[in-house]
Nanobody, 124 residues
Framework: QVQLVESGGGLVQAGDSLRLSCAAS????????VGWFRQAPGKEREFVAA????????YYEDSVKGRFTISRDDAKNTVYLQMNSLKPEDTAVYYC?????????????????WGQGAQVTVSA
């Protein structure tokens, strides 16, 4: 089991940037896939981005392509989500999740361990 802790959320204005961190403990993330999902009030949880630790492949939901970047730091056992040009519709609780790399990585059922979430609020 992997323990995941998100940080870096906050309140920003449209056009601003934020970087979310997902720090893992309990196991190293080598050969895991790590995904970011988000859930806005009244909506279902949706996929945002994922990285397959083993081959380094990255995947993004269409609405964040070109604005968000997922990256990893092996030494810190941490995954980041750099979010630029934020929009009010990006407002949500953001969760990171780790799994054994079962495809498709856009599916929440592909992940076994989840963090507690970080609130991101983007004002117009």
């Amino acid at each position: 089991q992997v323990q995941l802790v998100e940080s870096g959320g906050g309140l920003v204005q449209a056009g601003d940037s934020l970087r979310l961190s997902c720090a893992a403990s309990g196991r190293t993330l080598g050969n895991f896939a790590v995904g970011w999902f988000r859930q806005a009030p009244g909506k279902e949880r949706e996929f945002v981005a994922a990285i397959n630790w083993g081959d380094g492949n990255r995947y993004y939901e269409d609405s964040v392509k070109g604005r968000f970047t997922i990256s990893r730091d092996d030494a810190k056992n941490t995954v980041y989500l750099q979010m630029n040009s934020l929009k009010p519709e990006d407002t949500a609780v953001y969760y990171c999740a780790a799994g054994a790399g079962r495809y498709p990585l856009s599916r929440s059922m592909s992940y076994d361990d989840w963090g507690q979430g970080a609130q991101v609020t983007v004002s117009a």
